[in-house]
């Protein structure tokens, strides 16, 4: 009876190998659901190409949708280091690039305007203003933490109640900026010139654009660094991976849990001022964004840094493409029609952790 049971323990090891080993392999294999997306992205291209678009305006809508993919990374990245600490959707991280954007636009408005820097828009106050919005975002998190998540993850509440918390925080801090800002859309530097840079291949970009995605890499490579690299990187990969052991092998919980708010409120600003920077100030702009920035992270894989870049350079590309064939609103759709497409393929993202 012995013998037999141990047979059984010693099989489940086994399974679990053959299982990951077929995920690794044929249709569940990351290079095979690269493929496909990449297939379904051409074929988007071509859509658009067909319906009347130039080779040239779809080329830059492609380049345009790097753009979007690096502010939806920036949002992801700490929506995906909270849901790996925290273990439950935070639908309010959303709100958190609103306040960022419109902190940074506060900021704006208070300091004196510079001249621009170099080819972009925006002069030296935008960047204080982006220091000061990832500040305050993140002490907003904290004291969210504070008085509502805490209690409930002490009182050991499922997560669906946390989930139905976050959601109530998300309308309540749309609601405070309503009522600081009002319903009205803004702009950053109303009426300020943002002329294209001429590139080959008829490509036209913005330098603005261009300074948005090089941020989005640096922060990307940054968080990937702090998280193998440094002390309280390696706590976060521990809490994450089982809270209970952390805790028991002498690592502060809490404390991880507070650098997890700081860092994605911090990304969640910047990239909520990166977006109002590109298009305009609204006050639903980060619920607009919430879907992508949750299919950028399941589809990149839950936990992983640059798999939410890499899922956010998918949906930002496939979200720019389709709007030449198709009404622009509809690119959440889009966003969440790849996401189910990878998730039947690969359910837990391209980049997995282990």
């Not at 051409?42 to 658009?48: D, L, N, P, Q, S």
């Not at 809270?243 to 404390?255: F, H, K, M, W, Y």
């Amino acid at each position: 009876m012995v013998d037999s049971a141990q047979a059984v323990v010693e099989a489940v090891p086994d399974e679990s190998a053959t299982v990951e080993a077929r995920d690794e392999e044929g249709m569940r294999s990351p290079r095979f659901v690269g493929v496909v997306l990449l297939a379904v992205l051409i074929a988007m291209w071509f859509a658009g190409w067909l319906s009347g678009t130039s080779a040239e305006q779809m080329l830059s809508l492609t380049v345009w949708g790097v753009m979007l993919g690096g502010i939806i990374a920036l949002g992801g990245i700490g929506l995906t280091l909270c849901y790996g600490v925290l273990k439950f959707p935070n639908f309010a991280h959303g709100e958190f690039l609103t306040l960022g954007a419109y902190v940074t636009y506060g900021v704006v408005l208070v300091l004196p305007q510079s001249n621009p820097i170099w080819r972009f828009s925006f002069g030296w106050e935008l960047i204080a203003g982006l220091l000061v919005a990832a500040i305050v975002t993140a002490v907003v998190a904290i004291i969210l933490d504070r008085f509502l998540y805490r209690p409930l993850r002490k009182h050991m509440s499922p997560l669906v109640l946390l989930a139905m918390a976050s959601l109530g925080m998300e309308f309540l801090l749309r609601g405070v900026v309503y009522l600081i800002w009002g319903s009205d859309f803004h702009f950053y530097y109303s009426g300020r010139s943002n002329p294209a840079l001429q590139l080959p291949f008829g490509l036209r970009i913005q330098a603005d654009q261009l300074f948005v995605f090089a941020l989005a890499i640096v922060m990307v490579a940054t968080i990937y660094w702090m998280l193998t690299r440094t002390r309280i990187g390696k706590a976060m990969r521990a809490s994450a991976d089982n809270p209970d052991l952390a805790q028991v092998r002498g690592i502060n919980t809490e404390q991880v849990i507070a650098w997890t708010w700081v860092i994605g409120a911090g990304m969640a600003a910047v990239g909520g001022a990166m977006y109002g920077l590109a298009s305009q100030l609204r006050p639903d702009m980060g619920f607009v964004l919430l879907l992508p920035l949750f299919a950028a992270v399941i589809m990149g894989g839950i936990g992983s840094a640059w798999g939410a870049l890499v899922g956010s350079v998918i949906i930002g590309v496939a979200m720019q493409l389709t709007s030449a064939f198709m009404n622009p609103a509809y690119g959440p759709a889009v966003a969440f029609v790849l996401m189910v497409l990878v998730l039947l393929m690969r359910p837990q993202g391209l980049f997995v952790q282990r």
